[in-house]
């Protein structure tokens, strides 16, 4: 995901996924995204 100085992200879990991608540049973003999701479906207080 390009740097943008403007991006404002509310979503906690679009948040969450962002710092996953920066961490583990070997997923796209949109893996760490789907990740939370499912992450999120197993163990909903899971943040």
Do not use: W
Not at 37 to 45: E, F, G, L, M, N
């Amino acid at each position: 995901m390009p740097a943008h100085n403007g991006l404002v992200l509310q979503d906690a879990d679009t948040v969450q996924a962002l710092a996953n991608f920066r961490a583990k540049k070997a997923r796209g973003f949109s893996d760490c995204r789907v990740l939370g999701i499912a992450r999120k479906a197993v163990s909903p207080t899971a943040v």
